[in-house]
Structures are given as C-alpha cells and as structure tokens.
C-alpha cells in the first residue's frame, strides 16, 4: 500500500474489496475499493477513510507511513459508512487532527461515530484550507448523493476528490486508469445511472461548478482513479445528465369540492409549465369523457385529483378512472393528489386504481428507494388549504416528476 502514490506526496491508503459486495439492494460481483488519500504536507491531511469493516487494518497499514499524531485534517466529503467508516478508529489515534466536513455532515458524524467532544472545521461552498505547502479547496455537492456531500479540490497538484462522484465499483490493483487492463466506460457508465442519475439535476450544477477547474486528475472513494483523458469522463456526466429535448406533456385532471383540490391542481400545472412541460388542466366534471381519455393517451404524466367526501370521490372521476385498464400506459407516469378534511381516503382509492394499471405510479417509498430522498411526497394529500410550506413540498414533488420525464436514458 506504502508504494502506491499519485504524485510525489500524495498516497493511496485505501482498501481493495474483491468480495461480492452487497450495495444499494445489488451485488457487486466485481467488487469495488474505498479510496482514501494521504497528502503528506507540513499540515498531513487525510480525504476520506474506508470502510467500516476495514478500519482497524486501515489504522493499522497508515501507521507505516506517518506518524498518526501529525494528522492535521481529516476531510469527509461523504458520511455513508463506506468512507467514513473508519473515521472513529482514525481519529482516535490521530488525536491532534480537526475533522473538515460540510455543516450538514457534522451532526452525522458526531451522532454515527460518537464524536461529541470533536473539534470539527465546517467548510462551505468556495472555502479554502492551507494544509502547509498545498491549499484545498471545497466545493458542496448536494444531493451527489446524499444531502451533505462536497468534492474536495487541490489547487497545487489540480487533483480532483469527488469521493463517489466520477467512482466505478470495480476491485482493481492498477489503481489508475490508465494501467486498466479493460476498458473502464461501461463500468463507469453503469455507476453514473445507479447512483448518480437520480440526482442529474444536482449532476448538472456540480459540472457548472467544476467547468473551470484545471483538473489533470480525478482521485474518486470507488475504483480507478482518472488520469488519462480526464475530460472524457467529465463529459459523460455531462452528456447523460442533460434533459431530454423531446416535447414532454403533463395532463391534470381534478375533480374538487370547494376549490382547494383545484388550487392544489392548479400549482401542479404552474410547476410543470415553469420546467418547459407542456401541461394542461382539466376540470373532469366540465369536460366529455371521451376527450379526456384521448387526453390521457396522448400525454406522458397524469395527475388525477379529487376532493374527499364521505370517504370517497366526487364527481366524475371514478368514472375516469375506470376505463384506465383498457388503456396502454406503460410508458407513462401517474399520481394521485387531493385536498381532505379528515383522512383522504379519495386519494388512496384514485391510487389503488392507478396500482392496477401499467403505468409508473409515484409512491414515496419508489422515491426514497430509488433516490435516498426523503422529501418527496407520493400521492400529494394535503389537509384543507395548501399553505406555504405545503405549497413548496407539492413544488419539489412536480420537480421530481419533472427529472423523470425528461430524462433522456
Ligand atoms: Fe460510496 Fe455513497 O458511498
């Protein structure tokens, strides 16, 4: 591990990990690495550890390299427990080093790794450290993939550490991308969707962050680290995250009481046609039936919304909602939305009508599955009149939907 070095004082001190790796409900059978870095400067600073399950031989194998009480910084740009995980062992013998994470990551850390009493340096967006002889600089990665995620940078030896931006989840001893015996781009492509392309919204701000950054190398927390034709990959990010340039369409349908579903439909549609989706509104109980289902055949996602009374639907939405079966939705997305009074059972029923049909139906559960978000909110029920907070959640669920209907894989 001592040899293994990416420029003249910076050290690979990570940890290979060629079993089946069970990984967000998969199994990596390549396996992957926890890449953490050592800059030997007159400031010794450690990015990111490795995982919990190693951390003891971790501890273990950088003691030949330095002295642990020289540690000055250890920087975790992301908390899951695959590169923090052996924070707690490292910084219990590094008693000297201040842990350099974004505010968001604090409290994390402290709670998973009983840190309390720890002096912690809370960097923001744009922040820079001197680490004696190099400077470093932080840039906050929201939602890549997790909420308190950053990429640190060093401006002296242009070497990027994005931990799991830019990974591949490959057990590999060449360490860099060049010394691969196989091409890397499919692994690499194949990361980006898993992990990454539920957050290309978040994809997108990160590239406009690092455009002007001079990067010769990429030193990400999983796999080869990128030092031939670095571009290519950053270009990949780019490319996939883009929305799609297709014409997407939006239909709402509502069937309301006293107005409030119909105001909750109404933000729905603001929400969709801010985002450059064509949607429309339609009051069911003021439009024919057969029209609407026309509608709905030839749009990508619809809202189907009703006021609770009496434990149940108004108007004609039942009716609506019983022709969905004979329909062809696969390719599309559906939600259930309502204002109620006491317990909304309309829009569990609008769901259960969904639930039968081929259609991508919204859930929070798909959400948090395939995102880790959990401020996302399927089906929308709101108790009487949307308020303002309410109004901002509806908001970041249409922009959810709005990620996934232009998406362009
Ligand atoms: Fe590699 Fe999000 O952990």
């Given at each position: ?5 990416l420029?003249?004082?910076t050290?690979w ?22 890449n953490s870095y050592l800059l ?5 600073t450690v990015i990111d ?26 920087v975790i740009n992301h908390?899951?427990?695959?590169h ?52 470093l600089k932080f840039i906050?990665t ?8 950053m990429i640190t940078y060093c401006?002296?030896d242009k070497i990027l550490f994005p931990c799991d931006i830019f990974s ?47 990067i010769?190398m990429i030193a990400p927390s999983?796999?080869?680290i990128l ?183």
């Amino acid at each position: 591990m001592n040899n293994i070095m990416l420029n003249k004082n910076t050290y690979w001190i990570g940890k290979v990990d060629d079993r089946d790796v069970p990984f967000h409900r998969l199994t990596l059978t390549k396996g992957t690495t926890y890449n953490s870095y050592l800059l030997m400067t007159e400031k010794p600073t450690v990015i990111d550890t490795v995982d919990i399950s190693f951390g003891k031989e971790y501890v273990e194998n950088l003691k030949n390299i330095i002295d642990l009480d020289m540690i000055q910084y250890i920087v975790i740009n992301h908390t899951e427990p695959d590169h923090s995980g052996a924070l707690r062992a490292l910084a219990m013998k590094a008693k000297n080093a201040t842990i350099v994470c974004t505010k968001v990551a604090v409290d994390e850390l402290k709670e998973m790794y009983k840190l309390h009493d720890r002096e912690f340096l809370v960097v923001r967006n744009g922040d820079s450290l001197d680490i004696g002889g190099k400077t470093l600089k932080f840039i906050e990665t929201p939602y890549l993939h997790t909420e308190e995620t950053m990429i640190t940078y060093c401006e002296d030896d242009k070497i990027l550490f994005p931990c799991d931006i830019f990974s591949t989840h490959i057990a590999n001893y060449e360490y860099f991308n060049d010394l691969s015996k196989e091409d890397i781009t499919d692994d690499f492509v194949g990361y980006y969707k898993l992990i990454m392309h539920p957050h290309r919204r978040y994809v997108q701000n990160m590239i406009d962050k690092i455009k002007d950054l001079d990067i010769e190398m990429i030193a990400p927390s999983h796999g080869f680290i990128l030092r031939d034709n670095v571009q290519k990959f950053i270009d990949i990010y780019d490319n996939m995250s883009k929305n799609s340039t297709a014409n997407k369409k939006a239909l709402i349908l509502y069937s309301t009481m006293s107005g409030r579903t119909k105001k909750m439909a109404t933000i729905i549609n603001e929400k969709f046609n801010e985002q450059n989706i064509i949607s429309e509104i339609i009051d069911v109980n003021r439009t024919p039936k057969e029209d609407i289902l026309n509608r709905i055949s030839e749009s990508d996602a619809i809202f189907f919304g009703s006021s609770t009374k009496y434990g149940d639907m108004i108007g004609n939405m039942e009716d609506i909602l019983k022709n969905l079966k004979s329909l062809n939705l696969s390719s599309k997305i559906g939600a259930a939305f309502g204002s109620y009074g006491w317990s909304g059972e309309a829009i569990e029923v609008i769901q259960d009508y969904l639930n039968e049909t081929n259609m991508n139906v919204l859930t929070t559960s798909n959400c948090v599955k395939g995102t880790g978000m959990t401020d996302i909110e399927f089906p929308i029920k709101v108790r009487f009149e949307p308020d303002d907070n309410r109004i901002k959640s509806i908001e970041k669920s249409i922009t959810y939907a709005t990620d996934l209907l232009l998406s362009s894989i």
